[in-house]
């Protein structure tokens, strides 16, 4: 089982629309959580962290439950700059500050 | 301020062949990861240095990578000899020291092509 799953999507919404991305992560100790953007042939940047009382940045709403073991990423009025792979990215407990990442999921915006 | 650099950005090489990868972090920051995207799969943590002391190498594949950071400044990976398998994209990251939460923040990777 990947520490970090991901529905790859692709997901192709109108602009507009609300989608919402869903990632589960085995490690029931892991203490960070994040989701990363990443642009076709760049790098990954960080879009926003993931706390348990969860966390909204403009049109983006993030969401952690720790009992289930369950990060989600709501968009609202999606632009077609939203166009990207948004990556699920979790902290593993311990000292070590190495990041594992899910696989991606896959967003357009189609206008 | 010049976030993190990679030379060079395309890699293209034979099998058996030795490719050394660059990093330069952003000024200032401790610490420096290394990591890779293998094609269809996810980005994968390889090490982690703090300045110049490797903290983790749990990540590295086998004993064909090298990675150094003499001096605590630039890092260097080195794959010798390249097989197919090693072909990617090779992330750097660095982030500053301190407790708490510190960014990751990522080059635009190098793009390895073993033929």
């Known amino acids: 089982r990947k520490e970090v799953e991901q529905d790859p999507g692709p997901f192709n919404v109108p602009e507009g629309a609300t989608v919402a991305f869903n990632c589960t992560y085995s490690n029931s100790a892991s203490q960070s959580f994040f989701w990363y953007r990443q642009d076709c042939r760049k790098e990954p940047k960080l879009l926003m962290s993931?706390?348990?009382s969860g966390n909204e940045d403009g049109r983006f709403t993030a969401q952690l439950n720790r009992a289930s073991q369950y990060i989600s990423l709501l968009i609202r009025d999606s632009k077609l700059s939203d166009s990207a792979t948004y990556l699920c990215?979790?902290?593993?407990?311990?000292?070590?500050?190495?990041?594992?990442f899910g696989s991606g999921t896959q967003l357009t915006v189609l206008p | 301020e010049a976030g993190v650099t990679q030379f060079p950005s395309h890699s293209v090489i034979e099998k058996g062949q030795t490719v050394t990868l660059r990093c330069d972090p952003i000024s200032g920051h401790d610490n420096l990861y290394w990591y890779r995207r293998v094609m269809g799969k996810e980005i994968k943590f390889l090490l982690h240095f703090v300045k110049e002391s490797k903290q983790d190498e749990s990540g590295m594949p086998n004993n064909r990578f090298l990675a150094e950071r003499t001096g605590g400044t630039y890092s260097t990976l080195k794959v010798q000899p390249a097989e197919l398998e090693d072909s990617g994209v090779y992330f750097c990251?660095?982030?500053?020291?301190?407790?708490?939460?510190?960014?990751?923040?990522f080059g635009p990777g190098t793009r390895l092509t073993v033929l």
């Open positions: 990251a660095s982030s500053q020291s301190g407790g708490g939460f510190n960014e990751q923040f």
């Open positions: 993931v706390y348990s």
């Open positions: 990215v979790v902290k593993m407990p311990g000292s070590a500050r190495q990041l594992t």
